[in-house]
């Protein structure tokens, strides 16, 4: 099992769409949990944290299941700009180690 | 801004040439990284520095090292360099976010080895 899973993308939506996106995590003792963006031949940024408690941040909601070692992304209003790869990022280990998934792509039409 | 820089942006060299990679940080940040992203792999941790001169092997440490002379910079070297080390190299810092630690990147090199 890969250490960290996403879903295969791309994701096509339409504007205004609510889209989901899951990740996986094979190492129970994973501390710390992020969802990253990453434009088109640009470097990720971070996106938010991921709480066991689930946090909002305007249009984005994040959740996590540590029993079921599960992560989720939740894009309510999707907008043109919310076009990119989302990368779903764990910490394993001291020294900030961090493990990224392979990104699902999403895509937001007119 | 994490106050990153990389150098060069863009490079092309050719097989068995040596070639260096700068990272350059401003803000006095303890840890940094260097990453590679391919197609189909995602991004893999090369080496990672948690201290002037303390450096460590990540997952693909392979015909890569890396110096850590002063806080601010952070190299990498590809003493010979090969096709399979086309890529695009990523710098990262570590800094806290919401009471947790995480990452911060450079905008990176694209290097292509012909």
């Known amino acids: 099992r890969k250490e960290v899973e996403q879903d295969p993308g791309p994701f096509n939506v339409p504007e205004g769409a609510t889209v989901a996106f899951n990740c996986t995590y094979s190492n129970s003792a994973s501390q710390s949990f992020f969802w990253y963006r990453q434009d088109c031949r640009k470097e990720p940024k971070l996106l938010m944290s991921?709480?066991?408690s689930g946090n909002e941040d305007g249009r984005f909601t994040a959740q996590l299941n540590r029993a079921s070692q599960y992560i989720s992304l939740l894009i309510r209003d999707s907008k043109l700009s919310d076009s990119a790869t989302y990368l779903c990022v764990v910490v394993n280990s001291g020294y900030s180690t961090l493990t990224f998934g392979k990104g699902t792509m999403l895509l937001v039409s007119p | 801004d994490a106050g990153i820089t990389q150098s060069p942006r863009h490079k092309v060299t050719e097989t068995g040439t040596p070639v260096t990679l700068r990272c350059h940080q401003t803000?006095?940040?303890?840890?940094m990284y260097w990453y590679r992203q391919d197609p189909g792999h995602g991004l893999r941790l090369i080496h990672y520095?948690?201290?002037?001169?303390?450096?460590d092997k990540g997952e693909v440490s392979d015909g890569y090292s890396v110096s850590r002379s002063k806080t601010e910079d952070f190299l990498l070297t590809l003493e010979s360099a090969t096709s399979s080390q086309t890529s695009v190299y990523f710098c990262a810092i570590s800094a806290p976010s919401g009471g947790q630690q995480t990452q911060y990147f450079g905008p990176g090199t694209r290097l292509l080895v012909l």
């Open positions: 520095s948690y201290g002037v001169k303390d450096t």
């Open positions: 991921v709480y066991s």
């Open positions: 803000e006095n940040h303890r840890y």
